[in-house]
């Protein structure tokens, strides 16, 4: 099996899996038993579910070209860093599949493209940090996840919810595309 077929196959049972959780997820509660708070954080849980496959839906419908090399995806809100970080990376040989400032599009791409690597942030828009990573560790456990933290006391969290590496705002977008790039090296 050639990496392309087995990259396509990851990819499917990803997208199988998800779709498989998300109708239990939805189907296992029932709105009258909950109290008012709880249906606000069902009908929240099911807007977020509902972007995810608006994300993996375009996404497996678009045509795009088989790259080489390690291949991230960069959730975070702060353009000038992204800018930045997309330019170290692909100066270093990485490919930046894409950039979002939403979790429930890191996930969605995450889902599809399979990539190597995703980076995130604490605060996303409709997601947590927090809660992109227990979905890829449980849709893309084969992507490493990293993060950036705008100080040191939310490294902690990150790192005991899956997060191999987490970075303080204080390291710059050239020396976190080095680590990396090197992360993704060995």
Avoid: Y
Avoid at 141 to 147: E, F, L, S
């Amino acid at each position: 099996m050639t990496q392309v077929q087995s990259a396509g196959s990851c990819r499917e049972s990803a997208v199988l899996d998800w779709r498989v959780a998300r109708a239990a997820e939805v189907q296992s509660v029932d709105p009258k038993t909950l109290t008012r708070e709880q249906r606000m954080d069902l009908d929240r849980r099911a807007q977020v579910l509902d972007r995810v496959d608006e994300v993996v839906t375009s996404r497996l419908i678009r045509d795009v070209p088989v790259t080489t090399g390690p291949r991230v995806v960069l959730a975070h809100r702060q353009e000038w860093f992204v800018t930045k970080l997309r330019v170290a990376l692909e100066g270093r040989g990485v490919v930046v599949l894409d950039t979002v400032s939403d979790g429930a599009d890191a996930v969605g791409t995450a889902i599809v493209e399979q990539p190597d690597l995703v980076l995130i942030e604490p605060v996303l828009a409709r997601m947590s940090g927090i809660e992109v990573l227990r979905d890829l560790q449980t849709f893309v456990p084969a992507t490493r996840c990293v993060a950036q933290v705008a100080h040191e006391g939310g490294v902690r969290a990150l790192l005991d919810a899956g997060a191999v590496a987490v970075w303080p705002r204080k390291v710059t977008p050239a020396q976190m595309a080095a680590e990396i790039a090197e992360m993704l090296s060995a």
